[in-house]
T-cell receptor
């Protein structure tokens, strides 16, 4: 079983619909992230969370919201989806391991969202 | 946050050594250099990380000169399965400070 699991893996929806992408992890990490990737581009950070009570906006948070339901669960919501939110979404986790600090990111397999 | 510059794409043949260089002129004292690999429709995967000089693991080597303004990822004897996008990142740890650029698309040919 994957350490970082995303559901759904693929979703097609219509403009204006509310969509939730879910992420769960078994790595025991405190830090979780949501990234977006558009074709031919790198990943851009949407939101990140250091623990259950901590939520922070990333580079491109407009139009998105998140919920950290537990240490292991971090959900991304699109309240009213629009076509330019069509992208591949990745959830990731990391932990600070002290010195040397790798901050290695562990990614899920991605959720492909298409907004018509 | 330090910005990185790396080639958009590279081609190679099976069995060759591939070196991908990344420039990071504004690297800070506390920053580490990290490389990730991404296959199509998969999340990036950590390859290697270093602070200075040379780091080697079972997958790759990372060469960092004394001024740390650049770094080179070296993949020995690549195979077709090494065809992927390789990202160079600079930061002091934690995904919240990790900026993924467009990466380098490596295409390995038979």
């Amino acid at each position: 079983d994957a350490d970082v699991t995303q559901t759904p893996r693929n979703r097609i929806t219509k403009t204006g619909k509310r969509i939730m992408l879910e992420c769960s992890q078994t790595k025991g990490h405190d830090r979780m992230y949501w990234y977006r990737q558009d074709p031919g581009l790198g990943l851009r950070l949407i939101y990140y969370s250091f623990d259950v009570k901590d939520i922070n906006k990333g580079e491109i948070s407009d139009g998105y919201s998140v919920s950290r339901q537990a240490q292991a669960k971090f959900s991304l919501s699109l309240e009213s989806a629009i076509p330019n939110q069509t992208a591949l979404y990745f959830c990731a986790t990391s932990d600070l391991l002290g010195e040397p600090n790798t901050g290695e990111l562990f990614f899920g397999e991605g959720s492909r969202l298409t907004v018509l | 946050l330090a910005k990185t510059t790396q080639p958009i794409s590279m081609d190679s043949y099976e069995g060759q050594e591939v070196n991908i260089t990344c420039s990071h002129n504004n690297i800070a004292t506390n920053d580490y250099i990290t490389w990730y690999q991404q296959f199509p429709s998969q999340g990036p995967r950590f390859i290697i990380q270093g602070y200075k000089t040379k780091v080697t693991n079972e997958v790759a080597s990372l060469f960092i000169p004394a001024d740390r303004k650049s770094s080179t990822l070296s993949l020995p004897r690549v195979s077709l399965s090494d065809t992927a996008v390789y990202y160079c990142l600079v930061g002091d740890g934690g995904g919240f400070k990790t900026i993924f650029g467009a990466g380098t698309r490596l295409f390995v040919k038979a």
